[in-house]
C-alpha cells in the first residue's frame, strides 16, 4: 500500500462522503456526478487495501479503517487550506473553532454565546453553521467542525452509534410548547389542554419524510392537519402571527416570537421535553474549542434560571 499516490480530490470527496452520510448528497455538494464520486472512493479504498465506509440502506458510515484514514485526511487538508490561505495574503486563522448548531439553538443560544465569547476571549475566531442533528454527528466524526450544539426528543438517544461514543453534555431541557396566533380562541388562557390540539391545522418544519411532521404536536391521537411547511423557524412563527396555523415550538424561544404570537404550554398530556446537547469527539478539547463551550453553558445556565411559560 502507498497511500502518497492518494490525491487531494479524492481525500476531499471521501471527507465529503463521510460528512454528507450518502454519495448522492456528497455530490451534490460539491458539484460532481455521482459516478464520479463513486470512482474516487473506489481509488482511495484501492489504495488503502481496505473498505473505509459501511455501505447501509440509509447510507454510509465510517469503518474503523475509515475513521483512521479521516483524522489524517483532516490534518492534510487543513494544512493545504492554511497554506492556500497563507499564499493569497489572508491571516493565519489560529485559534479558529468550527461551530455545528441545529436552527432551534441558532435563533437565541448561539448569538448569545458568540457575543459573550467576542468579549471574554476576543482571539477565538468562531466559523459556524446550521445543519440537522444527523448531519453535523456526521461532520463531527469527519472532523468538518469541532463542536455541535445538536437535538434530542425522548428517549434521549446519542445522535449515532459509531465508536468511540461522542462527548455529550447537556446544555439545557425545557419543555416544548405550542405557538398559536395572538387571536386565537386557544390564544385566550395561559395554557392549550391537550384535547384541545385536535382538529386544529399545523405548519409543519418541513416537507422531508424523516421529519415531516416536525412542528406538530407529538401526541396528537389523529391524523393532523398539515397546512404549511417551511424549514426555518422565524418563517413558521410568522405564518402563525398571521393566523395560518399552530406549530410545536421549544419553550426558550418564546422570546424570539414575533408579535401577534402566543407561545404556551401543554399540560394535561405526556411530558413532552427537548434536550440541547453539546457534542464533541471524545479527545480532549483545545483551548479555543473549551472556550466556547463555556460560553455556551454559560447561556443555557442563564436561560434555565427562567422558567418554562
Known amino acids: ?170 446544555l439545557t431541557e425545557r419543555a416544548l410548547c405550542v405557538a398559536v396566533p395572538a387571536a386565537h380562541p386557544l390564544a385566550r388562557g395561559d395554557f392549550i389542554d391537550v384535547d384541545d390540539l385536535r382538529g386544529q391545522q399545523w405548519i409543519a418544519g418541513s416537507s422531508s419524510s424523516a421529519d415531516r411532521l416536525l412542528g406538530v404536536w407529538p401526541g396528537l391521537d389523529e391524523r393532523p392537519e398539515i397546512v404549511h411547511t417551511a424549514r426555518d423557524w422565524l418563517a413558521k412563527l410568522h405564518l402563525v402571527a398571521m393566523g395560518c396555523g399552530l406549530t410545536t415550538v421549544p419553550s426558550a424561544l418564546a422570546s424570539a416570537a414575533p408579535s401577534g404570537v402566543r407561545i404556551l404550554p401543554v399540560p394535561g398530556g405526556p411530558q413532552e421535553r427537548r434536550r440541547l446537547l453539546l457534542a464533541r469527539l471524545p479527545q480532549p478539547p483545545t483551548e479555543p474549542v473549551a472556550l466556547l463551550a463555556a460560553a455556551l453553558r454559560a447561556v443555557t445556565l442563564d436561560a434555565d434560571a427562567v422558567p418554562d411559560p
Open 1 to 170: 500500500m502507498d497511500f502518497t499516490e492518494v490525491s487531494l480530490t479524492s481525500l476531499r470527496v471521501f471527507r465529503a462522503v463521510a460528512e454528507q452520510g450518502t454519495f448522492t448528497a456528497a455530490a451534490a455538494a460539491l458539484g460532481y456526478t455521482q459516478s464520479a464520486v463513486s470512482r474516487q472512493i473506489a481509488s482511495i479504498e484501492r489504495i488503502a487495501g481496505a473498505e473505509l465506509l459501511e455501505r447501509r440502506h440509509d447510507g454510509v458510515r465510517l469503518t474503523a479503517a475509515g475513521r483512521l484514514v479521516m483524522r489524517r485526511a483532516t490534518v492534510v487538508l487543513d494544512e493545504i487550506d492554511a497554506a492556500a490561505r497563507e499564499l493569497s495574503g489572508l491571516p493565519e486563522q489560529g485559534g479558529t473553532v468550527r461551530l455545528g448548531w441545529v436552527p432551534t439553538a441558532g435563533t437565541t443560544v448561539v448569538p448569545h454565546a458568540l457575543a459573550a465569547l467576542r468579549r471574554s476571549a476576543p482571539g477565538v475566531h468562531v466559523i459556524s453553521r446550521e445543519g440537522s442533528t444527523p448531519a453535523l454527528a456526521r461532520a463531527l466524526r469527519s472532523g468538518r467542525i469541532d463542536l455541535a450544539v445538536l437535538s434530542a426528543p425522548p428517549p434521549f438517544r446519542a445522535p449515532d452509534t459509531d465508536s468511540p461514543p461522542l462527548a455529550l453534555q447537556t
